[in-house]
């Protein structure tokens, strides 16, 4: 009797090691690379400058106008009155003036 508790007692420490290292996998194949792009994003909008060329996420290429905490004022098109404000979340790809 003695023996086969000890055996159920190791069995049950290697289906925690298992249950260990499948979290891990999930940890560096899912939630590692998401943040990693949290954090690409947000350096993004935080170099934005006014000038910037930008992608919105709806697919439009713009200008920036002005910045404010959350929102930017860009400007699409060569007509100069079609400025609209935006949520900064909503911007996909930011290209530097200079470049």
């Given at each position: 009797?003695?023996?086969?508790?000890?055996?159920?007692?190791?069995?049950?420490?290697?289906?925690?090691?298992?249950?260990?290292?499948?979290f891990?996998?999930m940890?560096?194949?899912?939630?590692?690379?998401?943040?990693?792009?949290?954090?690409?994003?947000?350096?993004?909008?935080?170099?934005?400058?006014?000038?910037?060329?930008?992608?919105?996420?709806?697919?439009?290429?713009?200008?920036?106008?002005d910045?404010?905490?959350?929102?930017?004022?860009?400007?699409?098109?060569?007509?100069?009155?079609?400025?609209?404000?935006?949520?900064?979340?909503?911007?996909?790809?930011?290209?530097?003036?200079?470049?």
């Amino acid at each position: 009797m003695g023996i086969l508790a000890a055996d159920m007692g190791g069995s049950s420490m290697l289906l925690l090691v298992y249950i260990a290292v499948i979290f891990g996998f999930m940890y560096f194949l899912s939630i590692r690379p998401q943040k990693k792009e949290q954090k690409r994003i947000s350096a993004m909008l935080a170099a934005m400058e006014t000038g910037d060329s930008v992608l919105t996420t709806s697919g439009f290429y713009g200008v920036i106008l002005d910045i404010t905490d959350d929102t930017v004022i860009v400007e699409f098109g060569n007509n100069k009155n079609c400025r609209i404000p935006m949520q900064k979340t909503a911007i996909a790809q930011v290209e530097k003036a200079g470049e």
